[in-house]
């Protein structure tokens, strides 16, 4: 085999491999809606100001800008399943104000987890 065959045969399989795992990275993982719902937060925002604060997080924190990032941070450390999205939720908001996870928008303090919620519906909401 020539050294020009070579390389390029070596330059097509390298490609060939990282492709599907760049791809990955944009992938979307199937998720429940209700996750994009922040169930606390609705008793006392409506759903304007719930994408308001979500562009502002996404704002503040450019890594969590996408649809993917956001569900899979948020469905991240489901090692116990859950009856339902909410109670999932409630328990993740739960452990975000124990460990002392928050998030400062606007004079509002939010659990990380709410923000998210807030985040992934202000990119739903836009699209």
Excluded at 107 to 114: D, H, K, N, V
């Amino acid at each position: 085999m020539k050294r020009r065959n070579f390389v390029i045969l070596s330059g097509i399989g390298a490609a060939a491999l990282s492709l599907p795992m760049a791809c990955a990275r944009f992938r979307v993982p199937e998720y429940d809606p209700l996750l994009a719902e922040p169930q606390l937060l609705s008793f006392i925002w409506d759903t304007e100001t719930m994408v308001d604060m979500g562009a502002l997080y996404r704002e503040l924190t450019p890594q969590e800008d996408g649809e993917g990032e956001l569900v899979s941070l948020l469905l991240q450390d489901t090692s116990e399943p859950a009856d339902d999205t909410f109670q999932f939720v409630h328990k993740r908001v739960t452990a975000d104000y124990e460990t002392n996870d928050l998030v400062m928008l606007e004079g509002w303090m939010l659990s990380r987890t709410e923000a998210r919620q807030c985040a992934l519906l202000s990119l739903i909401q836009t699209a």
